[in-house]
């Protein structure tokens, strides 16, 4: 069966699937607006597909409102051409319509469609629809307030209302608004739990603390497409503390823009049923991936004066402001524009991006790929715009004129001012227009972010035509052409630097990587340090690297070639490369520490040298003069500078400690125990400092003789661990010193847990004083052991076992654990009802882990540590309540199993559990750098296997691992029924 008459001109590229949609339509649609269907289908580029999401459009007309909007048809045939047109450019944008056809009716009621919308114009029509919209969720809204304005933006386009520069200017107004009302809500939400972040002007008096959103890449330069990430970088300035009414509530100001950065994160980046609102990447801000989320303008401006690499700088000529305080991007833009201008051409910045062109070419062409990037070939979209950005970097600082974010743009004031002869201008400025209108078709089909042409030759002539070109012979002409062009011109006016001659001083060789870092390959990189007769090829050449840690390594000498000073000093300590290897195979915290400063590579020297661990007392780790050390390290702040100084230069020590401890963990021979040992000394260390800067800024540093910090937990047994919280309680011995204490504490809690530029120290939990949360941050002498002596649980007087000082007054702390424990050994000695109080309280954990995570939970699931944890305190209250403060899980099992009536079986069991459970925990914590549940799966499995059974004397697989806790923790749990009945 033909198609009918009025249809058979169209090419269908399925007609008999075209033929059976015409029927069905035929049906639905009122007969004048079937009429058109001839004519509309005729006007876009896949008349075939334009009609297989018509006749899904037509399907239950009643539903939803279609109905209304197939009869307004009649009354607005330009809504149907509106509809096909973008059913023939869109597979995304076609199923929003198809879910929710009242949008193409807002189209039709658009007088001004045409008309391109300002920043104010979106603003208003947010207000509008946050109004009407039922969301509960923002995040939400936004995604929806988005895809609506997509529709109208692509029609516009799709149908020749807008020029290629109105339709990413509108994509990057709009992507503006969203930010501005992500950061607004996200705002709201912050200063509603912590209050508004307050700073002080140069007379003192308090002023609000400045954020601001600053754009980067397309989105910096108003030069979105339709599917672009959203470069972001977050600045902020004005240290101090938020405004909360109590004084619990107030958080640093650098911890209250850290947060509001993830909560806009939340909003922007966050999935919804509409998908996210935009993909948003925050490598380009200062230190990349492992740079603060939010930064302070001083130490932006620092970063980008001392440490930036070429492209970096670069990338900031396209930065301005999308959303919060206008004013501290001017002041970032102005502090940074002495860097970003020269008076000379950056060959080495050139010849990188040159390379990399060359590599991506012979990629292609050893691949015999025929899908040719319109970005990222030579010629391409790149291309163009890396030309533009050089010649502005050159001519910039002497001639303001030609400095403009966007690339058109800036080809028009390069032409102005004679930088670009005419004939040159025109045809960079025809190309750019050329590719990114194909880089907008591609992306506009699925929404995904293309730039690969199609290989199947009817998929590239549906793209020619989505462009207004005639085949796919044609736009493979066009293309060409363009790109011809383009290539001829960036090597006329990008030429090579003339090379250096030879010299034996390698460090003066060292490559630069500033405007492509990470894009050579692996191999690739490797071949280029031996190439340039590096130190770390040899070293490299050494190591035999297992393919599941390439990565890893492959940014870590990424980050090492980021300059030749960094290059240089890495290239020293190559020795030590061997252990780097083994920390970021390992280990992702450690190995994250290492690719953010890959000059710690010489901190591994001494352990290269003898490849076995030093004592933590001939650490090198320094502490302030005036804390109470009861042995161990010392950690010296240099100066008395600020309060903010102090915090950043104790958090600064604390991480090389961190650092110094995990490399001995992992590539020494420590054993778990003395491992764990040696990381609560360092936190003891860190806590007494932390002490000693708050007592000082306080002026109270005679309080510290009636304050005393007591651990519980993990730092009360001395088996403090990378990710543990620090379990802590006050206590002062006076009640006229309550208040006094309490701003101590306070103070304390804030030196030690806020966020920084250096981010903070671990994390303390202050909710196991008596009462909890309920109860006194700081507690009177006497309160403190009244409560033990009439009102305490029994599972508090298990925990309290465990208590010891760490800070403060030594000697309080002493006597108070010690009268703690003789009370609660008078009023718990009912060895049946202590038993089943705690019985009951280990069922309830259990439920409650069971709901956060698994049953097979390390810690709360049956058989677990917390099994361990109340058959040694039921056994030790019940033994006069004994303390076990510092000692391991395994010594306190061998002081328990020892006199408990077991079988030597079942002593032996109990003993290799705590060994296991303590090793397994201690290797998930080091691959991961958080806290364990369950025991993992996939490649950090293996890699916890081998730590583990590196400690134990055993070998492990994941899965010999895993099948051995199974059978240790199902013992724990038999001997655990038994003892409680």
Not at 158 to 178: C, F, H, N, P, R
Not at 431 to 457: K, M, N, S, V
Not at 730 to 750: D, S
Not at 905 to 917: F, P, S, V, Y
Request: charged share 25%; hydrophobic share 45%.
């Amino acid at each position: 069966m033909s198609l009918p008459e009025a249809f058979a001109r169209l090419s269908f590229a399925q007609p008999a699937r075209a033929r059976a949609n015409l029927h069905l339509v035929r049906e639905r649609l009122p007969e004048p607006v079937f009429a058109l269907l001839p004519t509309l289908l005729g006007q876009v580029p896949d008349p075939g597909g334009a009609l297989n999401y018509l006749e899904r459009f037509t399907r239950d007309p009643e539903a939803s409102g279609r109905r209304r909007v197939l009869e307004g048809f009649v009354r607005q045939p330009a809504l149907l051409h509106y509809l096909l047109a973008l059913f023939s450019h869109s597979r995304f944008l076609s199923e929003t319509l198809i879910q929710q056809p009242e949008l193409i009716a807002w189209l039709g009621r658009d007088k001004h469609l045409a008309r391109m919308k300002s920043k104010e114009d979106l603003l208003e029509e947010y207000a509008r629809f946050e109004t009407s919209a039922l969301d509960a969720d923002p995040a939400l809204t936004l995604a929806r307030f988005k895809r609506r304005e997509y529709l109208r933006i692509t029609l516009k386009d799709i149908l020749g209302m807008a020029e290629l520069g109105e339709t990413t200017l509108e994509l990057s107004l709009l992507a503006d608004v969203l930010l501005e009302k992500a950061l607004e809500r996200a705002q709201r939400e912050l200063q509603a739990r912590y209050g508004a972040p307050q700073t002080h002007d140069a007379r003192g008096r308090p002023v609000a603390a400045r954020f601001a959103v600053v754009s980067l890449g397309k989105l910096g330069g108003q030069e979105l497409n339709y599917s672009s990430d959203v470069d972001l970088l977050f600045l902020y300035a004005g240290e101090g503390e938020t405004a909360a009414a109590g004084a619990a509530a107030r958080i640093a100001n650098s911890e209250y823009f850290i947060r509001l950065a993830q909560r806009l994160l939340q909003l922007i980046a966050g999935v919804t049923p509409q998908g996210a609102v935009f993909r948003v990447d925050l490598r380009l801000r200062p230190g990349g991936g492992e740079g603060d989320l939010a930064i302070s303008l001083p130490t932006a401006l620092d970063y980008y004066r001392r440490q930036a690499r070429e492209w970096e700088l670069q990338m900031l000529l396209k930065a301005r402001h999308s959303a919060g305080d206008a004013g501290l991007v001017r002041d970032f833009l102005r502090g940074v524009e002495p860097f970003l201008y020269r008076g000379e051409m950056h060959f080495a910045a050139v010849e990188s991006v040159l390379n990399a062109r060359e590599q991506f070419a012979r990629k292609r062409e050893a691949g015999g790929a025929d899908r040719l990037n319109v970005k990222l070939a030579p010629g391409g979209i790149r291309d163009i715009e890396f030309l533009v950005q050089c010649l502005q970097r050159l001519y910039g600082r002497d001639d303001p004129w030609v400095r403009a974010p966007g690339t058109l743009v800036g080809l028009q004031k390069l032409y102005d001012k004679g930088y670009l002869v005419g004939r040159d201008h025109f045809r960079l400025a025809a190309a750019y227009q050329f590719l990114r209108r194909l880089e907008h078709r591609l992306q506009l089909d699925q929404g995904h972010q293309i730039h690969t042409l199609p290989d199947h030759r009817d998929a590239l002539a549906l793209l020619a035509r989505r462009c207004g070109v005639r085949d796919a012979e044609e736009l493979r002409r066009q293309l060409e052409e363009h790109m011809s062009q383009v290539r001829s011109l960036y090597e006329r006016t990008l030429p090579r630097a003339a090379r250096l001659p030879e010299t034996t001083e390698f460090a003066l060789r060292a490559p630069e990587w500033p405007a492509l870092p990470g894009e050579l390959s692996y191999g690739a990189l490797l071949r280029l340090l031996q190439e340039q007769g590096s130190p770390l090829a040899a070293a490299m050449g050494a190591v035999d690297v297992p393919a599941r840690a390439h990565k890893a390594v492959h940014r870590f000498l990424t980050a090492a070639l980021a300059s030749s000073a960094t290059f240089e000093r890495v290239g020293r300590a190559a020795a030590a490369l061997p252990l780097a290897v083994e920390i970021l195979r390992l280990s992702e915290p450690l190995g994250a520490m290492l690719l953010r400063q890959p000059e710690r590579l010489a901190e591994l020297l001494p352990l290269a040298k003898s490849h076995s661990a030093e004592a933590v007392g001939q650490l090198a780790i320094p502490l302030v003069e005036n804390s109470a050390p009861r042995g161990g390290l010392r950690f010296v702040l240099p100066g008395r500078g600020t309060l903010a100084d102090e915090m950043s230069a104790l958090r600064g020590a604390f991480r090389d400690a961190v650092f110094s401890w995990g490399a001995r963990a992992i590539c020494g021979s420590r054993s778990v125990e003395d491992s764990l040992r040696d990381y609560a000394v360092l936190t003891e260390e860190a806590l007494r400092a932390g002490l000693a800067v708050a007592a000082r800024d306080l002026s109270a540093e005679p309080a510290l003789a009636g304050f005393v910090v007591l651990a519980l937990g993990r730092l009360g047994t001395a088996e403090m661990d990378l990710a543990s919280d620090a379990d802590l309680v006050f206590v002062t011995a006076e009640a006229g010193a309550q208040a006094r204490g309490r701003a101590l504490a306070e103070k304390f809690l804030h030196v030690v847990s806020a966020y920084t530029r250096e981010g903070t120290l671990f994390p303390v939990d202050v909710r196991l004083r008596p009462r909890g949360s309920e109860g006194e941050l700081v507690e009177t002498a006497d309160a403190f052991l009244d409560y033990f002596a009439t009102s305490a649980q029994a599972w508090e007087a298990v925990t309290y076992l465990k208590a010891r000082p760490v800070a403060g007054d030594f000697a309080l702390g002493d006597r108070l654990c010690r009268d703690v424990r003789a009370r609660l050994a008078r009023r718990f000695c009912d060895g049946e009802a202590v038993r089943a109080a705690l019985r009951a309280m280990r069922q309830r954990l259990e439920q409650e882990g069971n709901k956060a995570a698994a049953a097979d939970d390390l810690k709360t699931g049956p058989g677990g540590v917390y099994d361990l944890d109340f058959l040694i305190g039921t056994a030790a209250l019940l033994n006069g309540a004994a303390s076990v403060a510092g000692q391991s899980l395994r010594e306190q099992v061998d002081g328990w199993a020892a006199a408990a009536p077991l079988a030597d079986d079942e002593r032996e069991q109990l003993r290799q559990a705590a060994r296991l459970l303590r090793a397994v925990d201690h290797a998930l914590r080091l691959v991961t750098g958080r806290a364990p549940a369950a025991f993992p799966a996939g490649p950090r499995s293996e890699a916890v296997a081998e730590l583990a059974g590196r400690w134990l004397g055993e070998e492990f697989s994941a899965a010999t691992l895993a099948a051995r806790l199974a059978e240790r923790r199902h013992a724990v749990r038999a001997i655990f029924l038994r003892f409680f009945g």
